[in-house]
């Protein structure tokens, strides 16, 4: 089952699709919380996140995918939102989650993809008692390294960003409040905190985030991280074969975590 659900946080509203299955009348199931990307909203780049949650509901587990504030059908300004602002939109989706009667709240996972997957780890940081596993889809703690280090934005130059006040990325409004946010951020710091089971799924073509960031949160997590390299695949995984890599190597290792 999918059903519109809406949650609040410090008076804005998150809209999202809840997906269910069939047998949570008999038992309590486990839920994986989707978070999507920059520039995108809760079914991500071609529906990829609608279709990771239909199949994990047709595995018995839960699922819930949020617009992000700013973006999607959410509220707030996306000129408003910053890393931080989406962790706290995570986390109010953890609280959401974990107050559902039918969600085993011992078997709740985190999925992000590209800035989703690095406002996922570091939310397992710092969540980690709340967090059974985290997957990851080309996560993207380069956009704040290079943010902050060389103003750059997924290889745009932001760097009159402080005198214009903003930076045009893709048509929509890049705020200094969201650059100076990067500033004071150091994800896989966050990050290394969580101590459980991660998945990550990165392309080798990856331009946007590099694949080092894959293989730095592998060093980080050392071996309870799988990390999966998808060989010409880039940032989006544009293609039937690249596109099933991905969401099966997630499902499988979230049916490994949490059934």
Known sequence: MQKYVE????????????????????QKVPMVILLHGFCDDRNEINFVHNELSQRLCDAGIASVRFDMNGSGESDGRFEDMTVSSEI???????????SLDFVDTNKIALH????????????????????????????????????KEHKTLCGQDVSNIEADGCADVEGLKLSLKFYQ????????????????????????????ASCECSYKYKEIFKERAKCIIVKGAEHRFKSFA??????????????EELL
């Open 7 to 26: 949650i609040k946080r410090d008076g804005l509203t998150l809209r999202g699709m809840l997906h269910i299955p069939n047998d949570v009348v008999s």
């Open 88 to 98: 706290l939109d995570a986390q109010a989706m953890l609280r959401y989650v974990r």
């Open 112 to 147: 992000g993809c590209s800035l989703g997957g690095c406002v996922a780890s570091m939310v397992a940081g710092k969540c980690k008692d709340q967090i059974r596993a985290l997957s990851l889809w080309c996560p993207a703690p380069d956009l704040v390294y290079n943010l």
């Open 181 to 208: 946010d990067a500033c004071t951020l150091d994800p896989y710091s966050e990050a290394s905190l969580f101590d459980k089971n991660v998945c990550t799924i990165h392309g080798d073509q990856d331009i946007t």
């Open 242 to 255: 690249f596109r099933e890599a991905r969401i099966q190597g997630a499902l499988d290792f979230l049916k």
